[in-house]
């Protein structure tokens, strides 16, 4: 809305007066109002209105224009210096003051150079009531040299190396701004591989060999004379593998060949900064820009931390592929150590950056302008602050107070001047400096020592009128001094307003937020001060808001119909609407078929491009309303056949009746495709807290297209609409113009409070604090609260910023403490919080358990009992018992030895527990200490207990050596864990016929003192199984078994090595002791000597005979081969199976059986000489002899082998 003024009237918006007036309030805070009618009778001393820059670079080519305005009554004269002495404009025909105005203009542009005129410059303006001075101007002209010639030589280097091309521009004033380009003034591609750094160079991490070009030229552009400088090009030649090797092989012989490769793949080096550290020195308020550039290959990547902190997120930004970060608006919060990592597949490389913010002044609280009557007293506040600190000084007219005419109603205290009762004559401008080695801060503050009745500025009898349920903004524009106190009455005789429904400014402005139509009538504004009174008189009308009873609705309708829009407005009846349609938000057609009534727009013989938005707008003079309506045309029959579809998404949002806290919603539906709308979805999106996150808000029915919503506070709220069909949802609208909620206090306050203290002098209270959607307004902060649960000491709060955790120190050890935390912002505070109950740090215990006693179960178990500790001796929360026992002594070898020491924890107040797995027939010894959360506290004396006897574990071992006929030898190593004193061994055993069968058990106890057991009296060629076991007062342990077998006979087979392992498995069947076998060794034993006998018969009658038949004489059997029909020796089959035996390099026959063939073989039963047993006694060897080409042993010796000795050849 508009603020008109009329010859009595005044129309007030209430979206804009609050800042007209609030600026009105600002002015005149500071200064006298340059009122006309004030200035024609009010003195005020000159201010500086408009000055040029600190740093005032120029054009050398332009005229130079110093500029220097200022205000004041009487207008102030205008002096300049420059470089410190008075600079006498009169005397420089080139230099002249524009009129009524102290900026200076220096014609160089005729003749003269703007070198001639660099300098510092400082303006004065002066009046009678003192005098203003500018900051100190510096002028430089801006330079923007040509590059030095040089003769740059072309770069030629390997595929994958790096590479940096200097660029090294001439130092301009401005610094120039550097770029890359080719000669057709393209830039150069930039990526991860290459860039460009902070200084211009050109860096490559490593090249390739489409990087090879003859014109990488750097540009410099100096902006304030629009010039750019070129450097000369720069060639590169990149070779590839290929290339390189054809080159060198074109000057080499083919010995001399060079296998050129490529350059390796290698970690990345930093190609800028160099080194592992570097620092860095930047203001507060600039741009902080961090760079690292590394070459490697494959091209590293690049990573920033900053190590004792996280990066700001809102102002982090990574420029030039990560390579640079930078920090925007930096202060001293963002010094530290920042550190960059150049990262690829081969290795990393770091490089940290220590960063110290510096500050310039800046103004914690600049001095204003001070309006005083005579008598009064003043303060002017000059606080700045810097790094390092800035120093203060104070001039007064542009003199340092120190040689300034002393005033005795001054007093001068560091950063602050006091005034005391001033007179007329203190008036003056004071100026303070505030400087450090970064820079400094001028500012001029005057005081004005007037005596003036109250002034009321607003005109009389204005008129205001409202809406009703809008504020209203009463204007009363004072000016006065002393300052007048200001109060306003509503009607002839009525009693001064206060801040109860009123809100009164202070400039003045008297507010009623929500005006009613009691609101109505003549308000009266009173301005007094010691020097007089002064009166005003307003008048309020509050008016009903225009609304639209009947909106035009949504309409289909079929090609050369009519349709017809209504729209029912209803307004104050003092106001005069007008009433407007639009469509598509602009001019109706001028066209017949467009009639528009009081009520009503009619559209006939509707065509296609009738089709769109039409607009009903009522306006009066203080307000507007609108209400839109879609029209869809679609063609007359044939219907097409309907296509069923989810909504098209709502548009047309608008935002209505927006208050604090609530808000109306309107939209337009899109085209339901044909199956009914259902209901509307509603969400919203808080773009000050989590922009581009939508929630849930509310859901309407689908015939409905406005929505009141309901608000928080200190939310820009965007909405959008969804609409529901049967057959799903459409796509959201839209977003709605934004709107925010004004801020309100919390209406809730942090959860999960805890208070636990880290040490026994602290308690840590901690709380999960409010999102930005709770806060409810700016400036969150939250009150801490905390006191001793049982003492009478009062709540000791502290206020601190959005954190989550505060740390009070200096409690008592373990104490309770009742605790709050309740949140407040700059509106006000949340709720009266809940109080939970924490604790103060705890502490180690002090006293251990007393009374411990132990009781014995059994051998392995233990009960140990003790007495609680005093609750306040335990300094903490109870954690638990902790018991710690280990065995201190064996009650069998008697000797002490270190064991570890083994602890158990009993949770709660648990006063007694079980120990488990203790070993049996030891000594033990055990303490118990008391836990907290702190740890544990003293531990109690030690006690020792005895465990008895338990069954010993089973023997070490178990071997039989020395079988013999009729015996066997046992030897073994007692147990491991004899589990007491050993008091016998029991040994049992029993005989393995060759069914398998387990023959009778026989018992036999041997004294514990042995370790060595020979049983005589034995089977012959029989297996035997043993069982062995230990025994002690508690009984006996486990079983230790093993199986042997006597031998044959003393000088026949020797028995198998039973010591390497168990003995073989119980099916194998003793072949010795079969009939069969007995008798087929008693037939070969015949027949052998038939044949030695044959032998020694036909050697004693000599004669001649072929050298074969006396090589066959002479053979030894064992390596003759048998032919087939040879029947020296038949082929032997068992009795039962007539089954072949299995094949042997020397057996009596050579005919060839398979090895599964025979169940009963000597290979089965393992007594050959060749047979092997593995660990567990199974037979892993096969029978042979001696290969047919090895000569046998004894074959010189015609002697007959003995019967064993043949058996021997079967195995």
């Not at 939508?694 to 939310?715: F, M, N």
């Not at 509106?827 to 132990?854: I, K, Q, W």
């Not at 005093?870 to 070898?893: D, N």
Request: aromatic share 8%; hydrophobic share 35%; with cysteine.
């Amino acid at each position: 809305m508009q603020l008109k003024i009329m010859p009595k009237k005044k129309y007030l918006s209430a979206g804009r007066v609050p800042l007209v007036l609030f600026l009105c309030q600002m002015i005149s805070a500071l200064e006298v109002p340059l009122d006309p009618k004030l200035l024609e009778d009010l003195v005020q001393p000159p201010t500086i209105t408009q000055q040029s820059p600190k740093d005032y670079i120029i054009d050398p080519r332009e005229n130079i224009v110093i500029q220097c305005e200022a205000k004041g009554k009487p207008p102030p004269s205008f002096s300049w210096t420059r470089n410190g002495t008075h600079f006498d404009i009169d005397k420089d025909p080139l230099v002249t003051m524009r009129p009524g105005s102290g900026t200076l203009v220096i014609n160089i542009m005729s003749e003269g150079k703007a070198e001639t005129y660099e300098g510092v410059y400082q303006c004065t303006a002066r009046n009678e009531r003192g005098a203003a001075i500018s900051n100190n101007i510096v002028i430089r002209p801006s330079r923007s040299p040509l590059w030095t010639k040089e003769k740059l030589e072309p770069i030629t280097l390997r595929n994958g190396q790096s590479l940096v091309l200097p660029c090294r521009p001439p130092i301009g004033l401005p610094p120039a701004i550097i770029f890359w380009m080719d000669n057709s003034f393209q830039r150069l591609p930039q990526s991860e591989r290459v860039s460009q750094g902070l200084n211009g160079d050109l860096y490559f991490s490593n090249v390739l060999p489409e990087d090879t070009r003859e014109d990488y030229i750097c540009y410099a552009r100096f902006n304030h004379t629009q010039t750019i400088q070129q450097k000369q090009p720069i060639s590169v030649k990149v070779i590839s593998v290929d290339e390189l090797n054809d080159t060198i092989a074109a000057n080499l012989s083919d010995t001399e060949f060079y296998g050129a490769k490529s350059s390796k793949e290698r970690p990345p080096t930093l190609l800028t900064p160099e080194g592992n550290a570097s620092h860095k020195e930047e203001l507060r308020g600039n741009v902080l820009s961090l760079e690292c550039i590394a070459e490697g290959l494959p091209t590293p990547i690049i990573y920033w931390i900053k190590e004792d902190g996280t990066l700001p997120i809102n102002r982090t930004l990574y420029r030039n592929f990560k390579k640079t970060l930078q920090i925007t608006h930096v202060s001293e919060a963002d010094s530290g150590n920042y550190q960059c990592i150049a990262k690829n597949a081969l290795g990393a490389v770091h490089h940290t950056i220590s960063v110290t913010v510096k500050a310039a002044p800046y103004w914690i609280t600049a001095p204003q302008n001070l309006v005083l009557s005579p008598g009064e007293d003043g303060t002017l506040i000059c606080r700045a602050n810097g790094n390092p600190k800035p120093t203060i000084g104070w001039l007064t007219n542009g003199v340092p107070i120190e040689i300034a005419p002393d005033d005795p109603s001054r007093k001068i205290d560091g950063d602050t001047i006091i005034f005391t009762h001033v007179q007329e004559r203190s008036s003056a401008v004071y100026q303070c400096n505030a400087s450090n080695e970064y820079g400094y801060l001028l500012a001029n503050a005057f005081v004005n020592v007037l005596a003036e009745p109250p002034r009321i500025l607003t005109s009389a009898n204005t008129l205001y009128q409202v809406i009703a349920n809008r504020p209203a903004l009463l204007d009363c524009a004072f000016f006065g001094s002393p300052l007048p106190t200001i109060e306003w009455f509503k009607g002839a005789k009525g009693r001064a307003l206060h801040e109860d429904i009123y809100v009164l400014h202070e400039n003045g402005t008297l507010e009623i937020p929500v005006a009613q139509k009691d609101s109505t009538g003549t308000y009266t504004c009173v301005a007094r001060n010691k020097l007089g009174v002064a009166k005003n008189e307003v008048h309020l009308e509050i008016k009903d808001p225009t609304r639209i009873i009947k909106q035009p609705e949504y309409a289909v309708v079929q090609r050369g119909s009519k349709v017809s829009f209504e729209c029912k407005v209803k307004h104050d009846h003092t106001l005069i609407p007008t009433v407007m349609w639009l469509k598509d938000n602009g001019e109706l057609p001028s066209e017949k078929r467009f009639t528009v009534d009081k009520d009503h727009l009619v559209i006939t013989d509707v065509s296609d491009d009738d089709g769109g938005t039409y607009t009903c707008m009522a306006n009066t003079s203080l307000d507007d309303v609108s209400a839109s309506a879609v029209l869809r045309v679609v063609a007359p029959t044939p219907t097409p056949a309907p296509i069923y579809d989810v909504p098209n998404p709502p548009f047309d949002l608008e935002l209505t009746n927006q208050l604090d806290k609530s808000v109306q919603l309107t939209w337009t539906p899109g085209d339901d495709n044909n199956s009914p709308i259902t209901k509307f979805i509603i969400e919203y999106e808080d773009g000050m807290h989590e922009a581009g996150l939508w929630h849930h808000q509310a859901e309407v029915s689908g015939t409905q297209t406005t929505a009141q919503l309901k608000l928080s506070p200190y939310v820009n709220y965007s909405f959008r609409v969804m609409a529901e069909n049967n057959i799903g949802r459409s796509s959201p609208s839209e977003a709605s113009e934004q709107y925010l909620t004004k801020a309100a206090e919390p209406d809730q306050n942090p959860t999960a409070v805890e208070g636990l203290g880290t040490e026994p002098d602290n308690l840590v209270i901690t709380w999960k604090p409010l999102n930005g959607f709770e806060s409810n307004g700016p400036g969150l902060q939250y009150k801490v609260s905390w006191r001793q649960k049982d003492g009478d000491d009062e709540w000791t709060s502290v206020v601190v910023a959005n954190v989550s955790k505060y740390i009070v120190s200096g409690t008592p050890t373990f104490v309770p403490y009742l605790i709050k935390v309740q949140a407040l912002n700059d509106v006000g505070f949340a709720p009266e919080p809940a109080t939970v109950m924490g604790h103060s740090g705890e502490d180690l215990p002090m006293v251990a358990p007393g009374n411990v006693r132990v009781s014995v179960v059994n051998s392995t178990l233990a009960e140990v009992h003790w007495d609680p500790v005093p609750l306040k001796s335990i300094r903490g929360h109870l954690q638990g018992y902790r018991v710690y026992y280990w065995k201190a002594q064996s009650s069998s070898k008697r000797d002490r030895r270190h064991i570890e020491k083994k602890i158990l924890t009993f949770q709660g107040s648990k006063t007694h527990g079980m120990l488990p797995g203790l070993e049996p027939y030891s000594h033990y010894t055990l303490n118990v200490r008391v836990v907290n959360g702190k740890g544990e506290g003293p531990a109690s004396s030690d006690r020792g207990f005895h465990t008895p006897e338990g069954v010993p574990s089973a023997p070490s071992s178990l071997k039989i050596v020395n079988p013999t006929l009729d015996s066997l030898t046992l030897e073994w190593d007692p147990p491991s864990h004899p589990n007491g004193i050993l008091t016998e061994y029991t040994l049992k055993y029993q005989p393995i016929n060759s069914t398998h069968e387990l023959g009778p058990l026989v018992d036999i106890k041997i004294p514990a003192n042995k370790t060595r057991w020979t049983l005589k009296n034995l089977n012959f060629s029989t297996r035997y199984k043993f069982y062995f076991s230990a025994q002690t007062s508690a009984g006996s342990g486990s079983q230790i078994t093993e199986e042997a077998i006597t031998t044959v006979d003393e000088a026949g087979i020797p028995p198998p090595d039973v010591g390497a392992g168990k003995a073989m498995a119980s099916r194998q069947v003793d072949i010795a002791t079969q009939g069969w076998f007995i008798g087929l060794m008693c037939a070969v034993a015949l027949l052998i000597l038939i044949l030695l006998i044959v032998c020694f018969i036909r050697r004693n009658k000599g004669g001649k005979y072929p050298v074969k038949e006396k090589e066959d004489a002479h053979a030894d059997p064992e390596i003759q081969p048998m032919k087939e029909d040879d029947g020296t020796f038949g082929e032997y089959s068992d009795a039962e199976d007539h089954k072949p035996l299995k094949k042997g390099s020397r057996t009596p026959s050579d005919r060839t059986v398979k090895k599964e063939d025979s169940d009963d073989s000597l290979v089965d039963y393992g007594e050959g000489v060749n047979g092997q047993f593995n660990e567990d006694g199974s037979f892993i060897g096969q029978y042979s002899g001696k290969k047919e080409k090895e000569p046998a042993e004894g074959n010189e010796s015609s002697e007959a082998p003995s019967p064993v000795n043949a058996m021997n050849s079967f195995v």
